[in-house]
């Protein structure tokens, strides 16, 4: 069953906007992660937000944790085409990682 | 640092046959992990190991088997390789013990197809 769901599943905007995607989770968690996932790759960890944090910052990254609406939101600011990838979150359990079924976000040059 | 390594990169088998992924970690990590996707199913976790000499069941561990073999490596078994296990596999380890608050390092898949 999956914990983390991401929305929108795809999102296409151009070179120099911002992206923002959201992750709703069902169950309380210690922490949040986010992953990015080039095409034929493996993922790469982004940023960790723990439950008592609100706000997070990584370069061109910023990531929100609603701990009261149980969702999260990543905003990647001045989008490159260099960004152009799935992104997934994921929630913690013991010892395990669920993730959700990623937003796959184009970024027109 | 070649961090986690999966081999081979792609594999096609025939219904029936066995193979064993490998995985190996250079990070010292405890805990590592297997995982397989499928399109529009997001990543679903088969088998994880918090640490050396531990494994235990994820959410599809039917059809696998798995052994860590030492801290490094972690290796998943197809004993009767069926169509559905088609996916793409993917090794993972992290620091994390008990509730840890740790990344996941993952390697770049294994590519099977079951015909």
């Known amino acids: 069953s999956q914990q983390g769901e991401e929305d929108p599943q795809a999102l296409s905007i151009q070179e120099g906007e911002n992206a923002t995607m959201n992750c709703s989770y069902k169950t309380s968690i210690n922490n949040l992660q986010w992953y990015r996932q080039n095409s034929g790759r493996g993922l790469v960890h982004l940023i960790l937000?723990?439950?008592?944090?609100r706000e997070k910052h990584s370069g061109r990254l910023r990531v929100t944790l609603d701990t009261s609406k149980k969702s999260s939101s990543l905003l990647i600011t001045a989008s490159r085409a260099a960004d152009t990838a799935s992104y997934f979150c994921?929630?913690?359990?013991?010892?395990?990682?669920?993730f959700g079924t990623g937003t796959r976000l184009k970024v027109l040059a | 640092n070649a961090g986690v390594t999966q081999t081979p990169k792609f594999q096609v088998l025939k219904t029936g046959q066995s193979m064993t992924l490998q995985c190996a970690q250079d990070m010292n990590h405890n805990s590592m992990y297997w995982y397989r996707q499928d399109p529009g199913m997001g990543l679903r976790l088969i088998y994880y190991s918090a640490s050396e000499g531990t494994t235990d069941k994820g959410e599809v561990p039917n059809g696998y088997n798995v052994s860590r073999l030492n801290k490094r490596e972690f290796s998943l078994r197809l004993e009767s390789a069926a169509p559905s296990q088609t996916s793409v596999y993917f090794c993972a380890s992290s620091e994390a013990t008990v509730l840890n608050n740790s990344p996941l390092h993952f390697g770049n898949g294994t590519r099977l197809t079951v015909t």
């Open positions: 994921a929630t913690e359990g013991t010892y395990k990682y669920i």
């Open positions: 937000i723990r439950s008592n944090e």
